[in-house]
């Protein structure tokens, strides 16, 4: 008996028109953490040859999570991180020429599944024009770590080291009076040695 043919699901979308250009957002970045019924979504079109539920991207609250987005207006730019996973102690920033460097790191906890501990390393590209020393970043109240440096064309290049307040939100300030984070910077835009930004709580 001859063999049916068999039509094998097409391995990219068939719609011509979807961008694959640079995103300016980068979403599930919270690696480790398992997955919700939520999450999952059936095949929009069922076939016999592909019954692995797709992960929804859309729709969820935790799509809006581990989320790494970067903005380059005329005069600022900006990068957020969703860092509600670790403490601001647990956090460090370098910044080397046109690089910044976050970086973060807890022991192991426990969860839902048992233990899980966590590291990760993330590298931002200034865009030219980016005035390091004027780096500035800060924690707000639902985990995002909000970097911005602002662009000057004309700006002059130098060895800069400044303590840097990390600012907060007003209701996060509410919430813990009194309590107050620091940011420590040190840039340099003409050694290859990385000096830190850390950020602490008392």
């Known amino acids: 008996m ?24 980068l979403y599930d970045q919270h690696f480790g953490e398992a997955l919700s019924p939520q999450d999952l979504l059936c095949p929009t079109l069922y ?9 929804s991207s859309a729709g969820s609250a935790r799509s809006t999570r581990g989320l790494s ?5 005329a005069d600022v730019y900006r990068a957020l991180l969703d860092v509600s996973q670790f403490t601001p102690g647990e956090l460090a920033v370098d910044c ?13 906890r426990p969860d839902a599944h048992g233990f899980v501990s966590r590291t990760f390393t993330r590298l931002y590209l200034l865009p030219p024009g980016a005035v390091a020393h004027a780096l500035r970043a800060r924690v707000t109240h639902d985990g995002l770590l909000e970097i911005t440096v602002p662009l000057d064309q004309t700006a002059a290049a130098g060895v800069v080291v400044r303590a840097v307040t990390v600012e907060r939100d007003e209701e996060e300030e509410e919430e ?27």
Do not use: W
């Open 69 to 73: 987005e970067v903005r380059a207006d």
């Open 96 to 108: 080397v020429d046109n690089l910044v460097r976050v970086r973060g790191e807890h022991a192991q």
């Open 47 to 55: 076939h016999g040859y592909y019954v692995r539920p797709r992960v």
């Open 176 to 202: 813990e009076l009194g309590s107050q984070r620091s940011v420590v910077k040190h840039c340099d835009n003409h050694r290859s040695t990385p000096t830190h930004m850390g950020l602490k709580v008392p």
């Open 2 to 25: 001859q063999e049916e043919d068999r039509a094998i699901p097409h391995a990219y979308p068939m719609i011509p028109n979807i961008d694959f250009g640079p995103q300016g957002r």
